[in-house]
């Protein structure tokens, strides 16, 4: 990456795609933005970079490199690995990693919790411009969309019906279609996987919950 595109790049601001961190110091902080990052559709986190934008640079662009690729190997499962990149800028480095849209979805952040040293995970995935915590739906979602098994799909009475609750309210989520077919939300979270699988409805979430639209 040139320093002119670098700087473009900052200049659009946080994103979805887009994290910066002024320094790399804690391991979880940092697999909780990649992990997000590649469990959504990529792009790139930026290491001597305020939250503002300003510009500070690294100290050190080996022991950045070294904590960063540390992270993506050690603190992640599946592991990821990292694709990093220095660009000077205004005399200051800056570590550039980019984070593919993963083939091997859920990404998950794994630790080893103070509590008794038990081991524990989280899922995250990208918000706008905040890294969140992702629901069993759409931990669901991404582990059926990994898969390579063929989807059979049949539209019954049950897809109907939310088909038509859909298109007079615009949305709905799982409680909403396990009542109006009066099935458990465990089995209407199955059917609505499938149908985001088959590409007839979307998966959505505004950090609170999930919900579903038609495609």
Partial sequence: MKPKELLNLISNGESSSLEFKRKSTNPEKIAKEIVAMANTKGGYLLVGVDDDGKIY???????????????????????????????????????????????????????????????????????GEKSIEA?????????????????????????????????????????????????SNRRAERLLIRLVRAGVIQIHNDSHHDYFTLV
């Fill in 57 to 127: 640079g690294i100290d050190s662009e080996k022991s950045e490199s070294d904590i960063v690729e540390k992270t993506c190997l050690f603190y992640i499962e599946p592991p990821i690995e990292p694709k990093i990149e220095i660009v000077n800028v205004y005399d200051k480095d800056v570590l550039v990693l980019y984070v593919d849209n993963s083939n091997h979805k859920p990404h998950k952040v794994k630790l080893v919790s103070d509590d008794f040293h038990k081991d524990y995970d989280k899922t995250y995935i990208r918000v």
């Fill in 135 to 183: 629901s069993r739906e759409m931990r669901r979602l991404m582990k059926s969309q990994s898969d390579d098994k063929p989807l059979k799909l049949s539209i019954g009475e049950n897809e109907k019906r939310l088909f038509q609750f859909l298109e007079i309210n615009e949305r709905a989520t799982v409680k909403d279609f396990a009542k109006i077919v009066n099935i």
